[in-house]
């Protein structure tokens, strides 16, 4: 059973305008929330974080919004860029874990 | 620093080979930790280590054995390889903060085809 997942495999947005992925999780004790970025042929890279005391976290074009009554999480790009086209993965973390449960990814194209 | 390095980037087994794939950090974390990527499935955990010298299963461990005999290395070993053991390898090393598991450094992959 999948604990952390990422409904929308693709996901295809033009230049310039707003990319929202988005992931829904059914543990009720992840706590810290993750997204990464993998480009092809690379290692996943660590993108912005939410931990459980927040709705939102803010980093210049990336925002994520937590909503932890529904278990859903969404990272917002703003705006959108052809570099920002990458596989991103959300990740979960519950308190005194040893682990991060990854969702299955979303592909994000960003079309010039 | 160099963060994450795996070697090597890329190998072909024949069925029932073995290998070991070498994972080094140098950010001194306690955690480390191995994947596999497979297309649709996300990455999956198949052993961790809280501790030189610490090891356990994650969430597809079968085929395949681990060892922290330093901090900064973790070795993933593949006894007798199959093709379902084709796909691509990350390790990736990390850190407690305030209790949770804090953001986690990966390697480049290493990128294994078992024929």
């Known amino acids: 059973d999948q604990q952390v997942k990422q409904n929308s495999p693709s996901l295809s947005v033009q230049e310039g305008r707003i990319s929202i992925l988005n992931c829904d999780y059914t543990n009720s004790m992840f706590d810290y929330f993750l997204w990464y970025k993998k480009y092809p042929a690379e290692g996943p890279t660590f993108l912005i974080s939410i931990s459980s005391i927040k709705d939102k976290n803010e980093d210049g074009r990336f925002t994520v919004f937590l909503n932890k009554s529904a278990k859903h999480l969404s990272l917002h790009i703003v705006p959108s860029q052809p570099g920002d086209s990458a596989v991103y993965f959300c990740a979960a973390s519950a308190p005194a874990g040893n682990m991060l449960t990854f969702g299955g990814g979303t592909r994000l194209m960003v079309k010039p | 620093n160099a963060g994450v390095t795996q070697t090597p980037k890329f190998r072909v087994l024949k069925t029932g080979q073995s290998m070991t794939l070498l994972c080094a950090q140098d950010m001194n974390h306690e955690y480390m930790y191995w994947y596999r990527q497979d297309p649709g499935m996300g990455l999956r955990l198949i052993h961790y280590s809280v501790g030189e010298g610490t090891t356990a299963k994650g969430e597809v461990p079968d085929g395949y054995n681990v060892s922290r005999l330093k901090k900064q290395n973790f070795l993933l070993g593949l006894e007798s390889a199959a093709p379902s053991q084709t796909s691509v390898y990350f390790c990736?090393?990390?850190?407690?903060?305030?209790?949770?598991?804090?953001?986690?450094?990966f390697g480049p992959g290493t990128r294994l085809t078992v024929t």
């Open positions: 990736a090393s990390s850190y407690l903060i305030r209790g949770f598991v804090g953001e986690q450094y």
